[in-house]
């Protein structure tokens, strides 16, 4: 099972969450990136995404992640009954 934080803005357009892994004890930390048609976020990870680029890519091989852009503090204010303990899923 994995354990997230709450999010933690950087900046206004940058927007990250610490994740725990219960089996492993590791902590690791995922970029959000959104995807505005679908209302879903996705924590993706250094290792696979290239987190620096404009749009969440795969780090090998550049392919962008369908209809996903990096998330903002305004989508995390916009939706923030997902982040809240109790809130809708």
Do not use: K, Q
């Amino acid at each position: 099972m994995f354990y997230s934080s709450e999010p933690v803005a950087v900046s206004p357009d940058e927007v990250w969450m610490f994740l725990l892994s219960d089996e492993t004890s590791g902590v690791d930390a995922g970029r959000l990136a959104f995807c505005p048609d679908c209302t879903e976020f996705l924590a993706l990870a250094t290792e696979v995404f290239n987190t620096s680029a404009a749009l969440p890519v795969l780090r090998e091989t550049g392919e962008p992640l369908g209809e996903y852009r990096w998330a903002t503090t305004a989508d995390i204010d916009a939706h923030a009954s997902l982040f809240t303990p109790g809130g809708e899923c």
